[in-house]
T-cell receptor, first 117, second 111 residues
């Protein structure tokens, strides 16, 4: 009964390949996120979806495409993988109601360690 | 200047000591502030929110200084289990505002 789950946990692939990472949350939250944590441990937000709609889209290459089939899922598809994409990718979720603008606690998944060779 | 800056450490202190570290932010319009904890090769987890009036949770005290644009975290009577990286998080007012994580401060408690 993991709150936020990601698959796979480890992903090793060749440059140029296309891969997807899946994320699911069973907390009933309305907002989900993707973060990238690089080798220097800097955690940077990539995307945020609220009720299946994109609300934050940081400057990331358009090779990265998030897809939210429903509120409980936010998948990340990466095309033409590059060496620099190697990192740990964290999915997170939180409850951010429309009327409130305060930030509520984010619950993170265990991370997907992507290695591009 | 980075939007959120933290001393990367590591802070290496003996068990039982008191340790404090700060996090500075550049956007004066920032509204929400938090400390997260991240253990090695694990996901970040919320440690505590930081309120304007300051707040305490057991051995942990967080404070906000809006005038100087920094937040602080104080850990008293440190335990071995406090060894982790502490991430500062800053967010603006609206739900679409950027959520910015600091790069973290590494804390190591020695016996």
């Amino acid at each position: 009964d993991t709150a936020v789950s990601q698959t796979p946990k480890y992903l090793v692939t060749q440059m140029g390949n296309d891969k997807s990472i899946k994320c699911e949350q069973n907390l009933g939250h309305d907002t989900m996120y993707w973060y990238k944590q690089d080798s220097k441990k800097f955690l940077k937000i990539m995307f945020s979806y609220n009720n299946k709609e994109l609300i934050i889209n940081e400057t990331v290459p358009n090779r990265f495409s998030p897809k939210s089939p429903d509120k409980a899922h936010l998948n990340l598809h990466i095309n033409s993988l590059e060496l620099g994409d190697s990192a740990v990718y964290f999915c997170a979720s939180s409850q951010v109601t429309a009327r409130e603008t305060t930030y509520n606690e984010q619950f993170f998944g265990p991370g997907t360690r992507l290695t591009v060779l | 200047r980075k939007e959120v800056e933290q001393d990367p450490g590591p802070f290496n202190v003996p068990e039982g000591a008191t340790v404090a570290f700060n996090c500075t932010y550049s956007n004066s319009a920032s509204q929400s502030f938090f400390w997260y904890r991240q253990d090695c090769r694990k996901e970040p987890k919320l440690l505590m929110s930081v309120y304007s009036s300051g707040n305490e949770d057991g051995r942990f005290t967080a404070q906000l200084n809006r005038a100087s644009q920094y937040i602080s975290l104080l850990i008293r009577d440190s335990k071995l289990s406090d060894s982790a990286t502490y991430l500062c998080v800053v967010k603006g007012y609206s739900s679409a505002s950027k959520i910015i994580f600091g790069s973290g401060t590494r804390l190591s408690i020695r016996p």
